[in-house]
């Protein structure tokens, strides 16, 4: 807790600092003098908020800044007295606007009324495309720009949460816990085996570190590459998608300060579903009659152990769930200051965030700073430097969901002083105490991330257009995790252990982008980007173990005092080498082409390929400039796009494709000394390259009714060759496995973004954002084998894999309801037991025969998010649903009483409420609880759910209260996340997440926050 201290006071304290440095930039703004307002307004005669407005005074060079506020009210305070001002308005979306010879009298008030014209609106902003920028109207390939806007008012911790249900084409899954950025995945699963990550560029660099890291108020756009046109450009690592993050930079002559900061209350939104009490008592009583014991509900205490039996009698039980989680919060505060000059732009940020998870000791907390500093230091040398760290601390030892699950309601969980027991039954042994490790260990996990880009630009005065940039990117990573667990007094023997372990990575990136645009006349225009680049990654990692220390006076801090101690130790490097070429060629503005190639190297591939070319090419049509289109007024825009290209993937561990030998300790002969030994443990592989995806995109932009309704529809299909498979070895050679390049994968599908404005009146506005996608993936081919002469490519039963199917499938025996008691029973099946499909008739279940595919699974079939928002004046509401469908999960834990679930209702622990089949309630979904499920057949739910994910309610003060108080901007909001999920019958914590295992299966968080953002 003091470092958290020590860091907060470090941030407030250089924060003070900064702005008592740039008190001299603002003074010259609070000169007496006059107030300047006005009201700036759409042509639809709505107002405006966030236009940015630039005073300027060309004789006394007196420059300001502000932006007008969800009234589209603007305000200059104290100006200087004197002729020539003039006023420059500007808008994305918004053809710029000045306004010039303007006389400020003393003790006057100036006020304007200034009308924007919109230019074809959302085609005209600006979209990050890799290695620059473009409008949306000159994009060619496929991109998707994240609405950040629409989040900043909910408790988001990670950037991953703010693409959740509202891109089309992405997908992503949290696990419920703090501190963690969940899953994500661009368009569908490629690889079989390597990674499916997208890659994450950071202000133009690769960025290895994860989303968590990243203080979502730093940044100013997100865009993501989701085809192959768009993504190229960054080659071997692309083929996943690209997520291009951008952070922000100031805007505007006067220095702007800005404050956020919420609070959060939190409590599990679902939980797996245990048995009470009752039911516990009920479950023992009826497997005692199933099983031919005897069950008199009077003598229930005799079934108990005498531990149980005990806190029974005396009326004692309790909730494991309960027991095991905590008061759940979350408190973030962020502070920036930003602001430009003719030559400086600037943007500083300090935060704080601290998450206490709703399980026992699942808490997480984040220090983040950003310096993005640029200067132009003559008219052709601009160099500057983006810049962050983030401190990440995840301490502490969560509780134990495996033990939680296997609690009994009439367990003991703590000694009379409060020191946790080890077996919550001491007479069942199987699982112990979830919370004893919690508490007798103490835990330091931390990591910190710097990263920085140092950047310069030349534009050469010689060559107008021609510019050249240079990147050197260095990244710092180390992780720390230190564990120590104390004595327990109530064991004899010596528990006292500890260990330490410690990860550093260090990086670089260094690029030389040359570019080149030309005008050759108003119909030809063209720009080229050239680069060549180098990246190194060094990383190494050290455990040192400890058991049986001799005294717990010190921790981890000397591990020399264990009786038993051991090391290990690892290191890598990976080296690589890109080079890219990319044409953009626009005739009269509305037929485009772009052009990409890259040519990657990577250390971590074999002698034979180091290296690979990704090329792609793009073709789009502004179809609404042609005249046979000018005369249909409801049509605003419409492009038609196409693209086809090459994206790689690289994402196997260096020296997977060389022969690795490992070592082993062995003592030769008896009294003999303990002697090492070295052996091949992998096969060389000089052949092993690249995993390709080949990617055809086709899409349409469109906007019509004067920007009323607008949107974009893709359609593309992906095949990925190559794939980087660890193949199984026969024993004879000496190897298990060999890393190789097997088998090919397909991507199709169709993503929908559609944006409407339903409602607009003078003080009222109602909008939606509708996005929808379905991605549907095969597996094409694997090994190319026919053992068995049928004619078709054999699937690979042993890991899943079918031709044809998707990646992600059930392959199980089907169920077919419950044996009850007036049913004819085969052999050994008694009444209660489950009915399996005899698939092929023959009178018998058998594995060969009657198992089949029963459901697809790791993604939906469909994926949709539904955003409206409602402003009222100064009142904004937003309403985000998020859903998934058609995927399918296996759910062991629903089977009472098998090995595979590890359920035993015969003895002294808990199981999931899934209910069961007796003699009185004669189920058929669930078995009896002595079916011990002899085919080991699985259990089947669906995942699909609708959710109300965010909502989130908002005030903006009013401009004349907030000119008093001379305060910028002052919003205040509450909002809720989680908060409903409607599923049909999915028994575990969260169908998103999917957790099906009693380790992994983590409660959601459901929060509601109220929070406060002020700008100065």
Do not use: C
Not at 201 to 227: H, Q, R, V, Y
Not at 938 to 944: A, G, I, K, T
């Amino acid at each position: 807790m003091r470092h958290h201290q020590f860091y907060a006071q470090t941030v407030l304290l250089a924060l003070f600092s900064l702005f008592q440095l740039l008190q001299p930039l603002s003074a010259i703004a609070q000169d007496p003098g006059s107030i300047v307002k006005g009201i700036v307004h759409g042509d639809n005669n709505q107002p405006l908020s966030g236009v940015s407005v630039i005073l300027r005074n060309g004789k006394t060079n007196f420059t300001a800044g502000t932006s007008t506020d969800s009234t589209g009210v603007f305000t200059f305070s104290r100006v200087p007295t004197g002729s020539s001002y003039s006023f420059a308005f500007s808008m994305v979306g918004y053809e710029p606007q000045t306004m010039a010879g303007y006389t400020i009298n003393g003790d006057a008030t100036l006020a304007l009324d200034v009308e924007l014209k919109n230019i074809t609106r959302s085609m005209n902003e600006v979209v990050v495309v890799g290695y620059g920028v473009q409008t949306k109207r000159n994009v060619t390939g496929a991109i998707s720009t994240i609405n950040l806007s629409a989040t900043r008012d909910l408790p988001n911790t990670n950037l991953a949460q703010t693409l959740r249900g509202r891109v089309a084409g992405v997908q992503f899954t949290d696990n419920g816990r703090p501190g963690q950025t969940g899953n994500l995945l661009i368009r569908g699963p490629r690889s079989l085996v390597a990674s499916n990550t997208p890659l994450i560029i950071l202000d133009g660099i690769f960025f290895n570190g994860g989303l968590a890291d990243i203080n979502p108020n730093d940044i100013a756009t997100m865009d993501i590459l989701k085809d192959a046109s768009a993504a190229a450009i960054y080659g071997a690592r692309a083929a996943n998608g690209v997520i291009l993050i951008t952070s922000r930079r100031g805007t505007t002559a006067k220095p702007v300060i800005r404050v956020n900061a919420y609070k959060g209350f939190s409590e599990i939104a679902n939980r797996l579903k245990l048995l009470s009490p009752e039911r516990y008592l009920q479950k023992t009583l009826d497997y005692r009659k199933q099983t031919g014991l005897a069950a008199d509900p009077a003598k229930v205490a005799d079934y108990l152990t005498t531990t149980e039996a005990a806190n029974y009698k005396v009326g004692k039980s309790l909730d494991p769930w309960k027991e095991a989680s905590q008061a759940a919060s979350i408190v973030s505060a962020d502070a920036s200051v930003s602001g430009r000059t003719e030559n400086s732009n600037y943007f500083l940020s300090g935060s704080y965030l601290k998450e206490k998870g709703v399980m026992f000791k699942d808490d997480a907390s984040r220090l983040s700073l950003r310096a993005n500093i640029e200067n132009k230091i003559t008219g052709w040398l601009t160099i500057g430097t983006n810049a962050m760290y983030s401190h990440q601390d995840l301490s502490g030892i969560a509780a134990d969901l495996n033990s939680l699950y296997y609690s009994s309601p009439y367990g003991t969980w703590y000694y009379p002083d409060g020191e946790p027991t080890r077996f919550t039954v001491p007479e069942e042994q199987i699982s112990g105490s979830p919370v004893r490790n919690s508490i007798l260990t103490k835990n330091q996990e931390i990591n910190d991330n710097l990263f920085a880009n140092f950047y310069g630009i030349v534009k050469l005065p010689f060559v107008p257009g021609l510019s050249y940039r240079i990147n050197y990117s260095p990244n710092m990573r180390w992780y720390h995790n230190y564990n120590f667990t104390r004595q327990d007094k109530y064991v004899a023997a010596n528990t006292k252990s500890a260990n330490k372990t410690n990860t550093n990575t260090s990086e670089w990136v260094l690029e030389n982008i040359l570019t080149y645009a030309k005008k050759l006349n108003k119909d030809h225009e063209f720009d080229l980007t050239l680069l060549y680049g180098r990246n190194h990654t060094y990383a190494e990692s050290t455990t040192a173990n400890a058991s049986q220390l001799s005294s717990d006076a010190v921790g981890w801090n000397n591990l020399n005092l264990g009786g038993t101690q051991t090391t290990t130790s690892t290191a890598s490097k990976v080296e690589g080498i890109s080079s890219m070429a990319r044409l953009n060629y626009r005739f009269k503005e509305r037929y485009l082409l772009t052009l990409t190639a890259r040519r990657d190297g990577s250390s971590v591939f074999a002698k034979n390929n180091k290296f690979a070319t990704f090329p792609s090419g793009a073709l789009s049509w502004v179809m609404s400039d042609e005249s046979f289109l000018n005369k249909v007024k409801w049509l605003d825009f419409l492009k038609l796009r196409i693209s086809y290209g090459a994206v790689g993937n690289q994402a196997i561990s260096p020296y997977q494709s060389l022969s690795i030998s490992s070592t082993t300790q062995y003592v030769f002969g008896d009294g003999g000394t303990t002697s090492l030994g070295v052996y091949p443990s992998r096969m060389a592989n000089d052949n092993l390259k690249w995993e390709t995806t080949y990617t055809g995109n086709m899409g349409v932009d469109f906007g019509i009714f004067n920007g009323r309704i607008g949107g974009s529809l893709e359609v593309y299909n992906s095949d990925t060759k190559n794939l980087l498979i660890a193949r199984s070895l026969p024993t004879m050679t000496g190897f298990t496995s060999i890393i190789t390049n097997l088998g090919a994968t397909n991507n199709r599908g169709v993503e929908i973004t559609l944006n409407t404005v339903n409602l607009k009146a003078k003080r009222f506005e109602w909008g939606s954002n509708l996005v929808f996608s379905s991605n549907k993936n095969k597996i094409v081919h694997l090994y190319r084998s026919d053992i068995n002469n049928d004619g078709r490519e054999d699937d690979d039963l042993g890991n899943r894999w079918f031709i044809g199917q998707p990646i992600n499938v059930y392959y199980d025996y089907v169920f077919d309801g419950i044996y009850q008691e007036k049913d004819q029973l085969p052999a050994g099946y008694k009444a209660g037991f489950v009915r399996l499909k005899d698939l092929n008739g023959d009178g018998k279940i058998d594995a060969t025969n009657d198992r089949q595919i029963v459901g697809q699974g790791g993604q939906p079939k469909i994926r949709w998010g539904f955003t409206n928002n409602f402003r009222y004046d100064n009142l904004t509401l937003s309403v985000f649903v998020n859903a998934m469908q058609g995927w399918i999960s296996d759910f062991i834990l629903l089977d009472p009483n098998s090995t595979t679930s590890e359920n035993s209702p015969g003895r002294a622990l808990n199981q999931i409420d899934a209910g069961w089949w007796t003699a009185e309630n004669q189920s058929n979904t669930r078995p009896s609880l002595v079916y011990t499920n002899p085919n080991g057949h699985s259990y089947y739910v669906s995942r699909n759910f609708v959710r109300i994910q965010d909502v989130s309610l908002s005030y903006d003060f009013p401009r004349q209260l907030l000119d008093r108080a001379r305060i910028a901007n002052l919003r205040a909001y509450v909002s809720g996340k989680n908060l409903v999920t409607f599923t049909k019958d999915w028994p575990g914590v969260d169908p998103e997440s999917g957790a099906t295992t009693k380790a992994n299966m983590f409660p959601m968080a459901r929060t509601v926050s109220v929070g406060l953002n002020v700008g100065l």
